[in-house]
């Protein structure tokens, strides 16, 4: 699956958020460090679901960048 996810600064660090997986975020000191913090904590996240018979959520937001 493919989950859209949100990076923003959070002052000296990064923070990453996935709209879709309530609950899911990741911390880093750079981008690229929080890019794959997220990867681990979306598999986590879903691994955790499972486990707990939940449903997984399906992925249904998207990102995309607008001129203003």
Same mark, same amino acid.
């Given at each position: ?29 750079? $981008? ?8 681990? $904590? ?27």
């Amino acid at each position: 699956m493919r989950y859209a996810v949100v990076i923003e600064r959070a002052g000296s660090n990064y923070s990453a958020y996935v709209p879709d997986l309530p609950g899911c975020i990741a911390t880093a000191p750079t $981008a690229e460090a929080v890019e794959s913090e997220i990867r681990d $904590a979306i598999r986590f996240h879903i691994e955790g679901l499972r486990a707990d018979g939940d449903p997984v959520p399906e992925p249904t937001s998207r990102a995309e960048y607008v001129d203003a």
